[in-house]
Structure formats: structure tokens, C-alpha cells
């Protein structure tokens, strides 16, 4: 028989390195994915400027604002996504690792969209709105199996992720229905554009400023 103090030391040291690829996995999402979407939405940003450069000499007024309403939009996906990497700690999935491409690709049709059609610009923003409420019910499903690494923030970010499901699900509807059903010029049509951003980014902001309330322990 193996004396018990010879097993120890090895059961131990498995131990020790079963947290440490634990510890490593969880890592990955706040380093890797952080280096991805960067990426990701710098090229974004490059893809609109590069659209901007070969049709802004056919551009008028409501395509320059819709190009400002984009490069908004780019901020704010790239603003929201960072700080959900802050506040939640899971080992990532393949969907995690496909959400930030599937937005970029969305926000890449948006930027073609500026010097083409407005409907299709919409189309585009629908889509998004459409990944970015995927992406934060696979947010909560995450957290909810990571209880232990998420224990600190659980009970009010849940409810605050809730909100920004049922606003990204607002923002699909009223593009979508803009995009089909909508027949005003299009200069209303990119006023309105800029009345959804205005109102998603206010909305995530006071969400995030509760959060951070939360956070210092104000009531």
C-alpha cells in the first residue's frame, strides 16, 4: 500500500494545476476577446472611412449624418462590449468567439449602406440590434453557469442585463419596422436614425450609471 503522504503531495499539485487552467480559460475573456473586438471595430471604423473616401464626393447632407450616426454606433458596440467584459468572468464558447465578428459584419453593412440605401442601412442596424440581444442572453446564461466567479454582481446585473435584452429587442423592432414599413423621405428617415441611437445610448448609459452606483454602495 502507498503511504498517504506520498499521494498528497500529488493530489495537490493536480489540484493546483486544474485551477490554474481554470484560472487561465477565464482569462481569456478579458484579455483575448478584448484584443478581438478591438480589432474588430477598428476595422469597422477603417471600412466606413474607406466608404467615405471613394463616395463622399456624391455624398449630400443626410448621407454625411448618416455616416456620423454610424461611426456613433461603432463607439457604442465597442463601448458596450468592453464594458461587459469587466463586470462578468466565464470561460468562453464558440458563440462567444463568433459574437464579435457577426457585430462587425453587421456594422460593416451598415457603413456600405451609408452611400447606397437607407432601408438598407436600417436593415443592417436591425441586425445588430438582433446579435446584440443574442449576445447578452448568452451573457446571463454564462453568468448563471459561472455562479461562483459572478457571485459579487449576480442578483443586480442580472436584472440590469434584462433591460438591455428587452431595449436591444426595442431597437430591432423600430428599425425593422422603419426599414419595411416606412415610406418618408429620406432625410426623416435619417432624423429618426439618429432619435434610435440617441435613445439606446441614453438608456444604456443610465443602466450602466445604476451599475456603478451599485458598485460604490450608493443607494
Not at 484584443?35 to 464626393?57: N, P
Not at 468592453?82 to 470561460?91: A, K, M, N, Q
Not at 457571485?151 to 442580472?158: L, T, W
Amino acid at each position: 500500500m502507498n503511504d498517504r503522504s506520498e499521494t498528497l503531495p500529488a493530489a495537490k499539485v493536480f489540484a493546483t494545476s486544474r485551477a490554474k487552467v481554470l484560472a487561465d480559460l477565464l482569462d481569456t475573456h478579458h484579455t483575448t476577446f478584448y484584443t478581438v473586438i478591438s480589432v474588430i471595430q477598428a476595422t469597422c471604423f477603417g471600412f466606413l472611412v474607406l466608404v467615405c473616401f471613394e463616395e463622399g464626393k456624391a455624398y449630400g447632407t443626410s448621407q454625411w449624418l448618416l455616416a456620423a450616426n454610424t461611426l456613433a454606433i461603432i463607439v457604442l458596440v465597442w463601448n458596450s462590449f468592453i464594458r461587459g467584459f469587466v463586470i462578468l468572468s466565464y470561460v468562453p464558447k464558440l458563440i462567444d468567439g463568433a459574437m464579435p465578428f457577426a457585430l462587425g459584419a453587421a456594422q460593416c453593412f451598415a457603413a456600405y449602406f451609408v452611400a447606397h440605401d437607407v432601408r438598407g442601412w436600417y436593415w443592417s442596424i436591425a441586425a445588430l440590434s438582433f446579435i446584440g440581444f443574442i449576445r447578452y442572453v448568452n451573457a446571463e446564461i454564462n453568468a448563471r453557469l459561472n455562479p461562483e466567479e459572478n457571485a459579487h454582481v449576480m442578483d443586480f446585473y442580472i436584472r440590469h442585463l434584462r433591460m438591455l435584452q428587452v431595449s436591444s429587442l426595442m431597437a430591432l423592432a423600430a428599425c425593422g419596422g422603419m426599414a419595411y414599413f416606412a415610406h418618408w423621405p429620406e432625410k426623416i428617415l435619417v432624423a429618426v436614425s439618429f432619435a434610435v441611437t440617441a435613445g439606446y445610448a441614453i438608456g444604456e448609459e443610465a443602466l450602466w450609471l445604476r451599475l456603478e452606483k451599485f458598485a460604490r454602495g450608493a443607494s
